[in-house]
C-alpha cells in the first residue's frame, strides 16, 4: 500500500471493526454461559401450569392444574421425574410467624391472616426450582420424598424463632379466611420437621406473607388434609417434567402436546421460564451484541470499500500495464487481498489487546441497558411482590463476567477476512472485467 494516510486509515478501521467483533462476541459467548448455567438449575424440562390468556385461576390466582392431567405427562416416554406443587394458606399452631419492621397489617387483616404462613405442598422438593435454582438451600436434615405423610421444610429463621430444629413437630391449621379455601377449611395437619432451609428475599418486603422465612413446604397429604380435598377433587399450582438425560426434549413436548388435555386452559413452558428474568437478560445481551457486531461490520466495510474505491482508481494504470504484461486477473486480485491482509494482520494484534479491556466493559453497559428496559416494562406492567416466587421470576442478572476467547478472536479474522474478500471483489472486478487498453485510456 503506497498511500501512507489511506493505509492508515485502513488500519484504523480494521482495528475498530476487530476489536468490536472480539468483544461483542466474547459478551455473547459469557451470556451463552449464563443460558448454560441456567439450563442446568432448572433441569431439562417443561412446565404445564395455567394458560393466563383464558385461565385466570383460582379466586387469587393460583393455578388449577388437574391432578389426572399430570399423570398423563408423568407417564410419558422420557420423563425422567416431575415435581407437583400444591399452594395454601394455613396458620401456625404454637408458633409464632416472622415479621416485617414495620406496621404491614390493619386490624382486620391482622386477625385474619396475622399468624399465617405460605406452604407449597411438593411430592418431592429437592429437584423444585426454589432449590434447583439455589434461592433457598437445604442447610440441616433433607429433602421431602414422595412416600412422605405429615413431613416438613421450615426455614431456619422460623425454626430458630420458635426453638424448632429437625425432628421437631410443627401444627398447621388451614385458615379458612384464604380465598382459595373453599371448604373454609380449619383441619390441622401435625408435621415432623425432616429438614432446615436458607434463603434471603432478593426485593424489598412490604408484607410478612413475603418473607421468605414464611414459607414452608411439606408434602401433599398435608397440604390435602388442611383444605380438606382428595387427590380426586385437589388442584395443582403447576407440575414441572423433567426428561431423562438422553431424550429428545423437544419431542417429549410434542408428544405432550398432543395428549387429551384441555390446551386452552392449560399449556406447557420450557422450564426455563422460572427465571423467566435472568433468561430475559441473556436473550437481551447477545440480541444487543449481534446488532452491534453487525451495525459494526456493515459501517466498517463501507469505509474500506470506499477507500479502496479510491485506491484502485488511482492504480487504472498499474493495472492496465500488468495484465498487458501477461500478469493473471487473478495474480492481480490476489496482490490486492494480500496488500490489505498486510495492514490487517497488526490491526488483530492491536484489537486484541483493545478488546481484553473493552469487553468486560462492553457487556457491563449492555446488561445494564437490558436490565434498565426489563425494569420500565415490569413497572409498566404493575406491581410486584417480594415473595418467593416473585422474586424468581422478576429477578435480574446482576453482573456478567466477560473474559475474551480464542474463538471470539478467531470470528474477528473471519469476519473481517470476508469483509475484505467481499470488498476486494465488489471494487476490483468490475475494473478487471475491461481490457488492459480500457483500463490505460481510464488512467489517462
Not at 389426572?68 to 410467624?97: C, E, F, H, P, W
Not at 478487471?432 to 490505460?440: V, Y
Request: proline content about 2%; glycine content about 6%; hydrophobic content about 45%.
Amino acid at each position: 500500500m503506497r498511500k501512507p494516510v489511506k493505509t492508515l486509515i485502513l488500519l484504523l478501521v480494521f482495528i475498530i471493526m476487530a476489536t468490536v467483533v472480539m468483544a461483542a462476541s466474547a459478551v455473547t459467548h459469557a451470556a451463552d454461559q449464563v443460558s448454560d448455567d441456567i439450563d442446568t438449575k432448572t433441569g431439562r424440562g417443561f412446565v404445564l401450569e395455567n394458560n393466563p390468556l383464558y385461565n385466570l385461576g383460582t379466586p387469587r390466582g393460583a393455578g388449577t392444574v388437574k391432578g389426572a392431567d399430570i399423570q398423563k405427562l408423568a407417564g410419558l416416554d422420557g420423563v425422567d421425574s416431575y415435581v407437583a406443587r400444591q399452594n395454601v394458606t394455613a396458620d401456625l399452631v404454637n408458633a409464632k410467624v416472622q415479621k416485617v419492621e414495620h406496621d404491614d397489617y390493619d386490624t382486620q387483616r391482622e386477625a385474619q391472616f396475622g399468624n399465617a404462613v405460605n406452604v407449597w405442598g411438593v411430592n418431592q422438593s429437592e429437584i423444585s426450582n426454589n432449590f434447583r435454582s439455589g434461592a433457598l438451600q437445604l442447610v440441616a436434615g433433607r429433602h421431602l420424598k414422595p412416600d412422605d405423610t405429615h413431613k416438613a421444610l421450615i426455614h431456619e429463621d422460623l425454626a430458630k424463632a420458635n426453638d424448632l430444629t429437625v425432628g421437631s413437630k410443627l401444627t398447621l391449621k388451614g385458615n379458612k379466611y384464604d380465598a382459595d379455601n373453599q371448604r373454609q377449611s380449619t383441619a390441622e395437619a401435625t408435621t415432623e420437621i425432616v429438614g432446615l432451609f436458607s434463603g434471603k428475599n432478593t426485593q424489598p418486603v412490604a408484607q410478612r406473607s413475603e418473607l421468605f422465612a414464611n414459607t414452608l413446604f411439606t408434602d401433599l397429604d398435608s397440604t390435602r388434609k388442611l383444605y380438606d380435598v382428595t387427590s380426586e377433587t385437589e388442584i395443582y399450582q403447576d407440575a414441572n417434567f423433567f426428561a431423562a438425560k438422553d431424550a429428545d426434549l423437544d419431542q417429549i413436548m410434542e408428544t405432550a402436546a398432543a395428549q387429551d388435555i384441555d390446551w386452552q386452559n392449560y399449556q406447557i413452558s420450557p422450564a426455563t421460564q422460572y427465571l423467566s428474568g435472568i433468561t430475559g437478560a441473556v436473550v437481551g445481551v447477545t440480541n444487543v451484541m449481534r446488532t452491534t457486531t453487525l451495525a459494526t461490520t456493515v459501517f466498517a466495510g463501507a469505509i474500506v470499500m470506499i477507500i479502496l474505491f479510491l485506491w484502485l482508481n488511482e492504480r487504472h494504470k498499474e493495472t492496465g500495464t500488468l495484465l498487458s504484461m501477461g500478469v493473471t486477473k487473478t495474480s492481480i486480485v490476489g496482490q490486492y487481498l494480500a496488500e490489505l491482509a498486510l495492514i490487517a494482520v497488526p490491526a488483530f494484534g492491536i484489537a486484541y489487546l483493545a478488546a481484553s479491556r473493552l469487553a468486560q466493559s462492553m457487556g457491563s453497559a449492555a446488561l445494564g441497558a437490558v436490565n434498565n428496559s426489563a425494569k420500565q416494562e415490569m413497572s409498566q406492567a404493575g406491581q410486584f411482590g417480594a415473595d418467593l416466587e416473585s422474586s424468581a421470576s422478576t429477578q435480574t442478572l446482576d453482573s456478567l463476567s466477560v473474559g475474551l476467547t480464542s474463538s471470539a478472536a478467531v470470528q474477528a479474522v473471519g469476519v473481517c477476512a470476508v469483509v475484505i474478500v467481499v470488498v476486494v471483489a465488489i471494487t476490483a472486478i468490475p475494473m478487471l472485467r475491461k481490457p488492459p487498453r480500457a483500463i490505460l485510456v481510464d488512467a489517462a
